[in-house]
């Protein structure tokens, strides 16, 4: 383990990785909060599989299938959005539809592109290994505009997730401030792609808010614990995927997992504790 915390500090590629998992973090707990506030976890994972869509065209089109996936995912993400509104069609069949519609594109172009797709498993398995300089400064760009939103919008946002239509009764303009929030969900989830991959990355997004949900109902310190969790996560799921040799992803998300069963176990442990403790002094 030491020796593995020595490495990040000497090797570039390691340390891109936590600061990858850093910044991605901020931006899982910031929004995943909302996503999960506002129960909209189908709608991300439709989102993340039809970014697939995008990076399949990309691949055929020969330019960078992260640009093909975030037009691709915002694309989406206005379709379910409209679509949703409308009264012949329920959210979960617009979503539905736009997941399989997404992969099944992917899998298409991806399929007449000449040659082989090398990176085509880093999509969809994740690989924070890989992250390089410019995928740094694209999530640092995309930290900035969500904290800086999310900080002139609280209280707006905070209204929007739990109760619209008492927004609205508020004169917040809550369509424009939606599609606004479905485009960063959109961005979030393609730039975050790299780190656990298109098939795990849901639970990157939806994980760490859970878990604080457990001991917080405050949106504002779900999203700090949130950010923190994550980061735990993304860090040690880095440090025993490096140490031996297993998907990135995969680590991650069984670190997130294994996090949120000890902190429901020590929750319930504590409460039951307590109302013991009541009892006896009831006695």
Aim: net charge positive; aromatic share 14%; charged share 10%.
């Amino acid at each position: 383990m030491i020796a593995i915390f020595k490495d990040i500090f000497e090797y570039q590629f390691l340390m891109n990785a936590v600061i990858a998992a850093f910044l991605v973090s901020i931006v899982a707990g910031i929004i995943g909060t909302y996503i999960t506030s506002r129960r909209l976890v189908f709608l991300s994972g439709g989102i993340t599989h039809a970014s697939f869509g995008g990076i399949g065209i990309a691949y055929f089109l020969g330019f960078n299938p992260v640009i093909g996936a975030i037009i691709f995912s915002i694309l989406s993400a206005f379709g379910i959005e409209a679509l949703s509104h409308r009264k012949s069609m329920r959210e979960d069949s617009a979503i539905g539809i736009l997941w399989a519609f997404g992969m099944a594109i992917g899998i298409i172009f991806i399929f007449l592109t000449p040659g082989y797709a090398p990176n085509l498993l880093s999509f969809l398995f994740g690989s924070i290994l890989t992250v390089t300089n410019a995928d740094l400064l694209s999530l640092l760009a995309l930290n900035l505009s969500v904290i800086l939103f999310f900080v002139l919008f609280y209280r707006p946002i905070l209204y929007i997730a739990f109760d619209q239509e008492f927004a609205r009764t508020q004169k917040i303009p809550v369509t424009i401030l939606n599609y606004v929030l479905i485009t960063f969900i959109a961005i979030a989830i393609v730039l975050s792609i790299r780190v656990v991959g298109i098939i795990l990355l849901i639970s990157l997004f939806t994980i760490p808010p859970a878990t604080a949900n457990i001991f917080s109902n405050h949106f504002g310190k779900i999203i700090f614990w949130s950010i923190l969790l994550s980061f735990l996560g993304c860090f040690f799921g880095l440090l025993i995927s490096y140490g031996i040799n297993i998907p990135s992803g995969a680590a991650i998300v069984v670190v997130l997992v294994f996090m949120f069963g000890i902190i429901k176990a020590l929750h319930g442990l504590y409460n039951w504790l307590k109302r013991r403790s009541s009892m006896a002094r009831n006695k």
